[in-house]
């Protein structure tokens, strides 16, 4: 069981979605901030969202977001690609947000074992802004298909990223 996703679209198992990548395409991802959605075969982490504005159902591990959640995109600091407590000295995504972009998030284990640094952070599967707006390098699907996708996702679901021609 696996996601496959390309330029346009997000497919799981029969169900597809219109989505948004980063604003420089799927690619290879070079270093931090180069706004390219990383080609390659990842596994999901966790699951984490807003238990104020969403409830999911999912067999993947959920991690509420709370106030003070960051997510370290800061090559300097040990903590770089995980998920942190705020304030921090190093610079870091705040999860917790107004606007709904973050009420739920696949973190996919993009450059996490190994870590290395400046090889780029926090790449998710969230929610898409409106007219899906392209991203800095995640993946954007609108929250009523994330909301499906979460429900069915499996321990062993595999993330297929595909730069189609």
Request: one cysteine or more.
């Amino acid at each position: 069981m696996h996601i496959l996703i390309n330029k346009k679209y997000l497919t799981f198992n029969n169900y597809k979605a219109k989505c948004s990548i980063g604003k420089r395409g799927i690619g290879l991802k070079r270093k931090e901030g180069d706004l390219i959605t990383p080609e390659g075969k990842y596994k999901i982490k966790f699951i984490l969202y807003r238990k104020d504005r969403v409830k999911i159902q999912s067999k993947i591990k959920k991690i509420v977001i709370k106030k003070e959640m960051g997510w370290c995109d800061d090559p300097n600091s040990k903590q770089y690609n995980k998920l942190i407590k705020l304030p921090s000295v190093y610079n870091c995504e705040k999860l917790y947000k107004k606007e709904n972009v973050y009420d739920i998030i696949i973190v996919l284990n993009y450059n996490m074992n190994p870590t290395v640094k400046n090889k780029g952070s926090a790449i998710f599967i969230h929610v898409a802004k409106k007219n899906y707006k392209k991203t800095e390098g995640c993946v954007a699907v609108k929250k009523v298909h994330l909301l499906k996708i979460t429900k069915n996702l499996k321990r062993n679901t595999k993330v297929m990223i595909e730069n189609q021609k």
